[in-house]
T-cell receptor
Framework: EAGVVQSPRYKIIEKKQPVAFWCNPI?????LYWYLQNLGQGPELLIR????????DSQLPKDRFSAERLKGVDSTLKIQPAELGDSAVYLC???????????FGPGTRLTVL | QKEVEQNSGPLSVPEGAIASLNCTYS??????FFWYRQYSGKSPELIMS????GDKEDGRFTAQLNKASQYVSLLIRDSQPSDSATYLC????????????FGKGTKLTVNP
């Protein structure tokens, strides 16, 4: 069974530029999560989808961050414009049902210069 | 603010010893508890889940849960150098959002 797929694995951009991350969850997993992980910290939830519905986006900075999961499968997280403080690892995870065992993708390491 | 607390370490044990990792949480309504292993530069990998008070064993790993004390631990028996990693405790947070709250992790080093 294929795991959670994310791309790109690394991204370096200038501040104020836009950036997008893509995630394809484990087949059959209805719940998809986007997390942010800073160095030395645990992952922090940005948004949780159940199928195509965003059911928890309370921690998503909506002035610059947006996300979508149009067909209830893969998802895109966007930042526009990026700031220096956005440098972190962005992790996607999926689970068969909420809030059970979550499986993480490899993550995207973002560096904002 | 729901919190999950872990000793950041580093915790250093000799090869073959038992490594004991501890976690406390603040949300008394939590029902689901997880341990993730994260190697440097990699993403978290689920290694144990526990939902009921008591012990749960899986190979060299044992998770222990005490809801009354709001305490969950992970024991690693016969520690190997390949167990060297950061171990993240994650707790299901109630209150409507039902999200996982992660601790900062404990860095474990197993010395050959």
């Amino acid at each position: 069974e294929a795991g959670v797929v994310q791309s790109p694995r690394y991204k370096i951009i200038e501040k104020k530029q836009p950036v997008a991350f893509w995630c394809n969850p484990i087949s059959g997993h209805n719940t998809l999560y986007w997390y942010l992980q800073n160095l030395g910290q645990g992952p922090e939830l940005l948004i949780r989808y159940e199928n195509e519905e965003a059911v928890d986006d309370s921690q998503l900075p909506k002035d610059r961050f947006s996300a979508e999961r149009l067909k209830g499968v893969d998802s895109t997280l966007k930042i526009q414009p990026a700031e220096l403080g956005d440098s972190a690892v962005y992790l996607c995870a999926s689970s068969l049902d909420r809030p059970t065992e979550q499986f993480f993708g490899p993550g995207t390491r973002l560096t904002v210069l | 603010q729901k919190e999950v607390e872990q000793n950041s370490g580093p915790l250093s044990v000799p090869e073959g010893a038992i490594a004991s990792l501890n976690c406390t949480y603040s949300d008394r309504g939590s029902q689901s508890f997880f341990w993730y292993r994260q190697y440097s530069g990699k993403s978290p990998e689920l290694i144990m889940s526990i939902y009921s008070n008591g012990d749960k064993e899986d190979g060299r790993f044992t998770a222990q849960l005490n809801k009354a004390s709001q305490y969950v631990s992970l024991l690693i028996r016969d520690s190997q150098p390949s167990d060297s990693a950061t171990y993240l405790c994650a707790v299901n947070s109630q209150g409507g959002s039902e999200k996982l709250v992660f601790g900062k992790g404990t860095k474990l080093t197993v010395n050959p």
